[in-house]
């Protein structure tokens, strides 16, 4: 008999994002982690656990499939490798060989139901070893990518065994399953209300969108231990032990205003994610549990430094304490129902105007929470972090820690942003960071 | 007031596979209590203890243990 996992409600807001991506001439909503690692870790165990856990979760060697007009992971009749070994023939191309195969597996254009919802690649040259998770967003989140790391940096077999691969109900119909239908209905018009007021402002892009995108390229800026632990001062300074990631948000703002003042637009927005899983739980693995909320500011706040940061820590407590953390729930069960284009427009977009309603996509991992922060016996040294984005915006600003030292990895859509635009971009940001001006 | 507090801490918010043994000094945020989890847990204490927690008071010494949590909502119920 074929199993087929049914995709929740937050999954399909990842598959109209992944649609979206595609009907630009993309490769859809690939996401990776890359970490890299101070020597070539055993290939032999590393196959092995690789192998385990697809046996332990068969959902690895599903494909995402359209059944009438739901989408389902449909397992495969024959198993396709998900592990593969990139190894740098050519001496002279060894600085640059890691990251153009990267980006070449980020780049990789193929019809949705013939790809592997995640792949894992050992790229090696003689100086560097770089450890690539690729996976598609709507399998899973960047919560359950980390979980899947964990489980593959666990050296333990009983501790592995503490990966529940039981299916339990997703945590987006497990929260919707506390509310009455007029509670749901309640908060479908509180996060209609709530989006209504966002798109009264018209976001400030700063992607060029007459160019047509061809592919992601990121860059990846990892700040010294001495520069982090300013950044982390600064931050609990300004905006208190609860504004760290808006303290990014805020900086990464202005940085953009400093880079064109003039650009058109009402006021920065970016949206940021409510995770629903429990922190520090093992599941669930797969799918995404999350929320959406948003980050808004107007034009007139950004060169106010403190008033932004104000004005930020405010509308996020405003949020969270009218519960519009949960208010997207019903919206995104109900929007599920619709062709995955309507779902974009209904969802995403701005209402009415249609027009995007992201200035840029946020992540914030926090501290990347590895066993040993090791994977088998080699030790990471640098966590790669990245995307493919809708154009516009074409610009995300992910950020993680590890060994206490803030990583941020920049994923932009070429030639909308420019590697040369970006390394500016991220003067300007360091600047923010570290600066102490009202 | 603990036994609220721990409820919806470890159903809610960070998971610990052996709630039991999590004492009321044990540091939450060392556990996972992080930014979203602590305005999460802030708005519940504030309903559910008819209080009002001023976030000028939202710091590692009020909220890093249970006991803290139960001190600072008690200074503001009084």
């Known amino acids: ?438 | 007031m603990k036994q609220q507090i721990r409820n919806f801490i470890f159903s809610e918010i960070i998971f610990v596979a052996e709630p039991t043994s999590f004492s009321d000094d044990d540091n939450l945020i060392e556990s996972g209590l992080d930014s979203m989890g602590i305005m999460r847990l802030i708005v519940f204490l504030e309903e559910q203890f008819n209080v009002t927690l001023p976030d000028s008071e939202i710091d590692p010494d009020n909220i890093k243990s249970i006991n803290t949590l139960e001190k600072w909502i008690l200074l503001h119920k009084a």
């Not at chain 1, 690789?50 to 995402?64: A, C, K, M």
């Not at chain 1, 964990?150 to 077999?157: A, N, V």
């Not at chain 1, 940021?272 to 899983?277: A, K, S």
């Not at chain 1, 966590?383 to 516009?392: A, K, W």
Request: with cysteine; hydrophobic share 40%.
């Open chain 1, 1 to 438: 008999m074929t199993n087929m996992y049914p995709l929740n409600p937050a999954d399909y807001f990842t598959l109209a994002m992944d649609e979206e991506i595609r009907n630009e001439e993309m490769p859809g909503s690939l996401c990776g982690f890359a970490l890299e690692l101070d020597q070539l870790p055993n290939i032999i165990i590393l196959k092995q656990r690789i192998t385990e856990f697809g046996e332990r979760f068969p959902i690895v060697h599903t494909r995402l499939k359209k059944h009438t007009k739901r989408f389902y992971w449909t397992d495969t009749l024959l198993k396709s490798p998900i592990f593969f070994e990139h190894i740098c023939q050519n001496p002279t191309e060894q600085n640059t060989f890691h990251n153009q195969c990267i980006l070449e597996l980020l780049n990789i254009k193929q019809n949705r139901e013939d790809q592997s919802p995640i792949t894992f690649h050992l790229i090696q040259s003689v100086s560097k070893t770089t450890f690539l998770m690729r996976w598609m967003h709507p399998f899973c989140d960047a919560r359950g990518a980390e979980l899947i790391l964990k489980y593959l940096c666990t050296d333990d077999i009983n501790l592995r065994f503490n990966f529940n691969p039981l299916e339990i109900q997703p945590l987006v119909d497990q929260q919707m399953a506390k509310y009455s239908w007029w509670q749901k209905i309640d908060l479908f018009i509180k996060a209609k209300r709530y989006v209504s007021q966002i798109d009264q402002l018209r976001s400030i892009i700063h992607a060029d969108i007459t160019a047509k995108p061809q592919q992601l390229n990121f860059q990846t800026y990892t700040l010294t231990l001495e520069q982090s632990q300013t950044v982390k001062s600064l931050a609990r300074q300004h905006l208190g032990i609860t504004g760290t990631s808006l303290y990014y948000i805020g900086c990464f703002m202005r940085a953009l205003h400093a880079m064109d003042k003039t650009q058109i637009g009402d006021a920065y927005c970016t949206p940021y994610v409510f995770n629903l899983r429990k922190n520090k739980a093992l599941s669930p693995i797969f799918g995404n549990h999350v929320a959406p909320l948003f980050a808004q500011a107007p034009k007139s706040l950004i060169t106010q430094r403190s008033a932004l940061f104000q004005h930020l820590k405010q509308q996020n407590n405003r949020a969270i304490r009218e519960k519009l953390d949960y208010a997207f729930l019903p919206a995104m069960w109900a929007a599920s129902w619709l062709s995955l284009n309507r779902y974009g427009n209904e969802l995403r977009k701005s209402m009415g105007s249609s027009s995007e309603r992201s200035s840029f996509w946020f992540s914030d991992i926090g501290s990347v929470d590895l066993p040993n922060n090791q994977l088998l016996g080699s030790t990471i040294t640098k966590v790669l972090h990245l995307c493919q984005i809708t154009s516009p915006p074409a610009l995300a600003f992910l950020s993680c820690q590890l060994n206490q030292q803030l990583s941020f990895s920049y994923n932009f859509i070429e030639p909308l942003f420019t590697p040369e635009w970006i390394a500016d971009l991220h003067k300007k940001m360091l600047e923010e960071l570290i600066t102490n001006t009202n």
